[in-house]
């Protein structure tokens, strides 16, 4: 059964520095991988899918790596702002099609 | 605009009742998901359908009851069976597999 895990569970970093977020997940027969950012009481919005044939995907500002070998995931957010805080989630898509969330980094980008 | 709309955004439930908790999507996605969300924890899912009149259970679906009879709306009712129902619920929509989740700013149930 594939588990996702995502440390650290919390994150703070200065305006300016660049954020690295790091997602684990223990089957490697996955099928793509999914960035989500979730702020306060709302729901999830989509930043990056990134698929098993694939070692980088970018959108902007953000660049997601992919290890399938060593089971890992890693969102890059450039030069980081104040708004850029918020909760991050991966999720892994593997045998069932079904996707298994991650428990998500809550990041503070500090003026 | 296209996407998905849960209502309402806050619901109460009393000792054994049942509530049902909307989603509607305009997006014409085929495949559409019910996830539930505690406190500082990722997302379980609770049910799923992948076409108009078929659903799957998923990870936690005990005291959860679904249907599709259309492919716009998926309703998500919470039995008096499911002891445990405070949470923020979320419907998510896909278009395919290899295609992201769009989620709705869900609902949050609280027990009265």
């Known amino acids: 059964k594939q588990e996702v895990t995502q440390i650290p569970a919390a994150l703070s970093v200065p305006e300016g520095e660049n954020l690295v977020l790091n997602c684990s997940f223990t089957?490697?027969?996955?099928?793509?991988l999914q960035w989500f950012r979730q702020d306060p009481g709302k729901g999830l919005t989509s930043l990056l899918l990134?698929?098993?044939?694939?070692r980088e995907q970018t959108s902007g500002r953000l660049n997601a790596s992919l290890d399938k070998s060593s089971g890992r995931c890693t969102l890059y957010i450039a030069a980081s702002q104040p708004g850029d805080s918020a909760t991050y989630l991966c999720?892994?898509?593997?045998?069932?099609?079904?996707?298994?969330f991650g428990g998500g980094t809550r990041v503070l980008v500090k003026p | 605009d296209g996407g998905i709309t849960q209502s309402p955004k806050y619901l109460f439930r009393k000792e054994g009742q049942n509530v049902t908790l909307s989603c509607e999507q305009n997006?014409?996605?085929?495949?559409m998901y019910w996830y539930r969300q505690d406190p500082g924890q990722g997302l379980r899912l609770i049910y799923y359908?992948?076409?108009?009149?078929?659903?799957q259970k998923g990870d936690i679906a005990e005291g959860y009851s679904v249907s599709r009879e259309k492919k716009e709306s998926f309703p998500l009712t919470v039995t008096s069976a499911q002891k445990n129902p405070t949470a923020f619920y979320l419907c998510?929509?896909?278009?395919?597999?290899?295609?992201?989740?769009?989620f709705g700013d869900g609902t949050r149930l609280s027990i009265l």
């Open positions: 999720a892994g898509r593997a045998a069932g099609n079904k996707l298994t």
């Open positions: 089957d490697s027969a996955i099928y793509n």
């Open positions: 990134i698929q098993s044939s694939q």
């Open positions: 997006l014409n996605h085929d495949a």
């Open positions: 359908s992948q076409i108009v009149n078929d659903f």
């Open positions: 998510a929509s896909e278009e395919g597999l290899n295609q992201p989740q769009h």
